[in-house]
């Protein structure tokens, strides 16, 4: 294949993409930051508020709720996938990158509780295909998804820092391989992992020395026994947890199917209904039951200390519905919050007897991801390498094996529905597919 002139052009072509991709990106991103602290730092301190007051999140979500609902119904590509649908790496065109724009520049700053990252790999495909036309490169049905993956790589690279995680995130949401690959990967993945926690064992029990990629680098306290029986019960139950806010969020994919400006709304009040109760029961800001939890997420691994248990809980119960809400009503990424609901529980039960906090958190962002995503391989690398240590890495992957075995054994819920549109006149009528 590699001594295939065309192939070696696509390869060149793909190469060059990723440079203008990853500086939109990048730039993509910083807007996002920098309007997340504006609305929700520097505005309520500017008009002498010590945080954003519990009602912050009213008028802000409403404005999300209008503005997305009339993305949705009126451009073209419905402002991106449905994200309670899952991470898609291809069916957005160059004409639905507007769409995706204004509902993701609109809707993530101002509170919806979904990541970037399903933006991300609509526009980093959508520039790919852009740049394409513009270069008047050949469109076939195979050139078109090679470019439209490589872009959404390069783009959703740029937001984890890593391209071995754009790499196997794309490679698990394209389905190469089919069910066999799954087949293949997940015998695979627990066995590397057990055997990883095995060789660890007979290390720190033997004492004895083997070669090593080891460098030096200080490492965390080592596992024990209590570390991985209750990954186990943990992983479980944050799969049960993540699972029924995705069914949650198929319902409120339905209810906005009609009515699509009003309905979507309605579910963008809803959120600010809930990020308003945890405000007034915690008395924290309404700020960290909204948004993706990125930043809230940081916050939470260096001074897990000064969350309450009643924060936790809150935080857990008003972002997880807010969290259904946005799935099937507004646009954006599932990676994040579930990460943040995964390392929330982590440091709730983080004081369980022989656990820790490192393990816990580790565990439990593993099992969150792996249930929203349904990509055991690419929740256990990116949770690795947020981590950034090597000792939790048998604990993550067997969280991930058990939490995507979990989910596929549940009932999943009602199916994704097609949008109904009303026009003056006319009686409803069922459009094509969604996204």
Known sequence: MLRRPEYLKALVFCGLIGVPVALIAFWFLVTLNQLERLIWSDWPKDLGWKQAPWWWGFPLLLVAGVVVGLTVSRLPGRGGHVPVSGLHAGGITKEALPGVLVAALVGLPLGVVLGPEAPLIALGGGLALLFASFARAPQTEASTALLGAAGAAAAVSALFGNPLVGAVLLMEVAGVGGPQLFSVMLPVLLASGVGDLVFTGFVHWTGLRTGSLDIGLPKPPPLDWADVLWVPLMAPALAFLIHWIFVGGRYAAGFVTSWTVRNTTLCALGVAGCTALYAVST????????????????????????????ALVAVLAFKGLAYALCLGSLRGGPVFPALFLGGAAGALLAPLPGFGLVPAMAAGMAASVTAALRLPVSGAVLVVLLLGNVETVALVVLAAVVSFAVTQLLPQGPAVPAFRSRTPGRTSRREAPGP
């Open 283 to 310: 008395g924290r800001s309404p700020a960290e039951a909204a948004l993706s939890g990125e930043s809230a997420l940081a916050g939470l691994a260096k001074d897990a200390s000064a969350w309450s248990v009643g």
